[in-house]
């Protein structure tokens, strides 16, 4: 499957970056290859394949628990700009 020139254009405005015509043409290519080689893999047979596998019977989960960091205050008598408790930060979203 091809992937054409307007397709590789439209990916990359969607990504904010600008292309030259030799770098269209380039990932013209590349993104074709890509694609080529997902529709090989999805004609692989993995039926008889568990969805998750591992030689080694090892569980490196753990449960999440919440604590209280025992130097917090510390931290925080220690940060330039602080309020109601917390950490004041600039933003970073407007």
Do not use: C
């Not at 990359?12 to 030259?20: F, G, K, V």
């Not at 692989?44 to 596998?53: A, E, F, G, R």
């Not at 569980?59 to 025992?70: L, T």
């Not at 931290?75 to 933003?91: E, S």
């Amino acid at each position: 499957m091809s992937i054409s020139k307007e397709e590789v254009v439209h990916i990359a405005q969607l990504a904010r970056i600008e292309l030259s015509l030799a770098e269209i043409k380039k990932f013209q290519h590349q993104l074709s290859l890509i694609i080529d080689y997902v529709n090989k893999l999805k004609e692989v047979d993995v039926k008889q394949i568990l969805p998750w596998s591992t030689v080694l019977e090892l569980n490196v989960f753990r449960e999440d628990k919440v604590e209280q960091y025992a130097k917090y205050q510390e931290l925080l008598n220690q940060a330039p700009k602080q309020k109601n408790g917390h950490f004041k930060v600039k933003a970073v979203l407007k």
